[in-house]
Nanobody
Framework: QVQLVESGGGLAQPGGSLRLSCAAS????????MSWARQAPGKGLEWVSG????????YYADSVKGRFTISRDNAKNTLYLQMNSLRPEDTALYYC?????????WGKGTLVTVSS
């Protein structure tokens, strides 16, 4: 079955960096586009970034463009999100997602807190 497990969240200071990972299993990772989304406390889900199956194209929400970088290692079945210049408003639960056979699968998320 499809499984997505996020890791790498934690506490960061404003201006700091974190790198999130998403370990995928249960499907042919290299054949599917992947994305990251987040949900801040008391707010709705926000799409953050997406990447093509082969990594050839990437997309970002305006709120993170120039600060976050999405990447993937198809040999390791792992998706990444490098987050730099973090801001308090980046505080959220971060999820990775895949659409497999027409169904969206999500991990359980990893919590990022940006605070001094």
């Amino acid at each position: 079955q499809v499984q997505l497990v996020e890791s790498g969240g934690g506490l960061a200071q404003p201006g700091g960096s974190l790198r999130l990972s998403c370990a995928a299993s249960g499907f042919t990772f290299s054949s599917y586009a992947m994305s990251w989304a987040r949900q801040a406390p008391g707010k709705g889900l926000e799409w953050v970034s997406g990447i093509y199956s082969d990594g050839s194209d990437t997309y970002y929400a305006d709120s993170v463009k120039g600060r976050f970088t999405i990447s993937r290692d198809n040999a390791k079945n792992t998706l990444y999100l490098q987050m730099n210049s973090l801001r308090p408003e980046d505080t959220a639960l971060y999820y990775c997602k895949v659409r497999f056979n027409g169904v969206d699968y999500w991990g359980k998320g990893t919590l990022v807190t940006v605070s001094s």
